[in-house]
Structure formats: C-alpha cells, structure tokens
C-alpha cells in the first residue's frame, strides 16, 4: 500500500517538479493534495474507486492515481511538450487500467463445448 504523500512525490516527478529524494515545498504538496481528492472524486463518479478517499493506495493503482494527478495539472506548470504527451499517453493507460480492474470476469456456469 502506498501513502498519499508518495503518490504525490510521484506525480511531481511525473511532471518534472521534484527529484527522488527532493520533498516538495508546501505549495506544490497541498496542490498535489488537491489534485488527488479531484482524481479520486472523478473515479468515484465513475465507480472506479475500490478503496477509501483517505486510506492509504493499493498498489496496484498507486501509479495510475499518479499519473492521472499528473495529468490534472500539466497545464499548470507550463510542461513542455514531449513530457505533456508522455504524461497524456499515461493518462490514458491509467484510465483503461482503472475501468479493467472495474470488470467483474465473467465464468459461465454452462458445461464447455467443444467444436
């Protein structure tokens, strides 16, 4: 499981504003804040969510979450273009990846025919 404070530094390294062992000012924290509770209200308009809005992040959508906060701010910082279609191709990863794990699978009760 993975923090809200990692996914954060995630984001920010995402969009180029914080190095590995960089922590982020305050400012860039609380907007990176912002932007997950936007992502996350978003995924629960969807249904998309399967974890709680102040719990710590499986991992197994630790870095969607990052790259659709990422995504939900690259205008804001002025991100040149070849990050910006990087962070957008991520975005769309992350979107497909969220509405998979949202698909029950399906297994018919019905015995196997063979052809």
Known sequence: MATQADVRKRAL???????????PTSDLDSDMQAAYTEV?????TLKLTFWGESSAIPD?????MASLMAFE???DYGIG?????????????????????AVNEYTSTADPEDF
């Open 73 to 75: 701010r690259v205008n």
């Open 60 to 64: 197994e959508v630790a870095n969607n």
């Open 40 to 44: 996350y209200t978003m995924l629960e």
């Open 81 to 101: 273009t070849e990050r910006y279609a990087r962070i957008e191709r991520e975005k769309m990863a992350a979107m497909q990846n969220f509405r998979m794990m």
């Open 13 to 23: 390294r995402k969009l180029g504003l914080a190095s590995t062992n960089q922590a």
